[in-house]
C-alpha cells in the first residue's frame, strides 16, 4: 500500500490522498455555506486571589485564530458577553455537582457558552466541550483551561473544542480500532472516511507517536498488519498543538450538518 500523502489548501482544510484504498481522492461538491455568525458568552472564573488569569484580549484573539480554521463552512464567530464569575470553587471543577451547578446559574441560551477555569477533574486534557452541543440551546457548554500550556491566542484548544461542540470526535476514536487503509472508516474510529486511522490512545505519550518535527513515528500497526500514518496536523487528533493545521473536507462537511439538522432558528 503506498503511503499517504498530504498538503494544506489555503484555506486549512486537510486532504487525505492515497492510491487503492478508501482515502482515495474523488470530486468534491462544494462544502455547504451556512453564511451565519455565532454569539459566544465567554464567562471567566476568577481564582481564589480573585484573579481572572486570562485577558480579554487574548479571548479576543482567540476568537479570531477560530474564525479563520471555521471560515471554509463560511462560519464565524463574536463574543457578544464577558461574564467574570466570583466563584473559586467553579474555578476547578468537577463534573458532578460543579458544571452541572454552573450551567443552571450561567448559562444563557441561544449562545455558545464558553467557561475558562483553571482545571478540571480530566487530567491531560485541555479543554472539555458537549459533543454536538451546537444542536441545543439550553444546555451544554465549552470549558477551556486558562494558562500558556493549553490556552494561547493562536492554540489548537479553541478550534478543538469548537470542533466537538459541532459534533467531531477524536480522530483515535476506538483506539486502533479503525484499519490503516481505511476499508472500515464508515463503521469504525470516528466514522469520518478522509481522516486516516489513528492508533493513539488517550494517556500515551504523544511523544512516543510524534517527534519533535511533526513526523509520525509510531510503529504500531492495526488487525491486518499494516502500519498507521494518520494526520499530525489533524485539529481533532491529540497530537502537539504546534503540528496543528486544520480540519478536512468531511469534518467541515459534518459540522456544517450537524448544525443544519438542529434547529437552525434557535441561533
Known amino acids: 500500500m503506498l503511503p499517504l500523502l498530504r498538503f494544506l489548501l489555503p484555506i486549512t482544510i486537510l486532504l487525505s490522498l492515497a492510491v487503492g484504498d478508501a482515502y482515495a481522492f474523488t470530486p468534491r461538491e462544494p462544502l455547504p455555506c451556512l453564511n451565519k455568525k455565532f454569539t459566544i458568552i465567554a464567562h471567566i472564573v476568577r481564582d481564589s486571589l480573585e484573579q481572572p488569569n486570562v485577558t480579554e484580549l ?3 484573539e482567540a476568537i479570531d485564530t477560530l474564525n479563520r480554521y471555521f471560515s471554509p463552512i463560511c462560519v464565524s464567530f463574536e463574543i457578544c458577553e464577558f461574564n467574570y464569575i466570583d466563584n473559586f470553587q467553579y474555578d476547578d471543577i468537577t463534573w ?3 458544571w452541572d451547578e454552573m450551567i443552571i446559574k450561567y448559562h444563557e441560551a441561544n449562545r455558545i457558552n464558553m467557561f475558562f477555569v483553571t482545571s478540571v477533574d480530566d487530567p491531560g486534557v485541555c479543554g472539555v466541550a458537549s459533543l454536538g452541543g451546537i444542536g441545543s440551546m439550553d444546555n451544554g457548554g465549552i470549558v477551556i483551561l486558562k ?6 491566542p493562536t492554540s489548537k484548544t479553541v478550534p478543538h473544542e469548537m470542533g466537538h ?3 467531531l470526535p477524536h480522530t ?4 486502533g480500532i479503525e484499519l490503516a487503509d481505511g476499508s472500515n472508516c464508515t463503521t469504525a474510529g470516528d466514522q469520518i472516511c478522509d481522516t486516516p486511522g489513528d492508533p493513539f490512545v488517550k494517556g500515551d505519550n504523544v511523544a512516543t507517536y510524534v517527534d ?4 509520525f513515528i509510531s510503529m504500531k500497526v492495526d488487525a491486518n498488519g499494516d502500519f498507521y500514518d494518520p494526520i499530525v496536523g489533524n485539529m481533532m487528533s491529540y497530537y502537539p498543538k504546534e503540528c496543528a493545521c ?3 473536507y468531511e469534518q467541515y ?5 450537524t448544525y443544519l439538522i438542529s434547529n437552525p432558528k434557535m441561533w
Open 58 to 60: 487574548e479571548i479576543l
Open 212 to 215: 519533535a518535527n511533526c513526523r
Open 147 to 152: 494558562g500558556p500550556a493549553c490556552f494561547t
Open 172 to 175: 483515535f476514536e476506538g483506539s
Open 165 to 167: 461542540f459541532f459534533g
Open 246 to 248: 486544520g480540519f478536512t
Open 96 to 98: 458532578d455537582p460543579e
Open 253 to 257: 462537511k459534518k459540522m456544517a450538518n
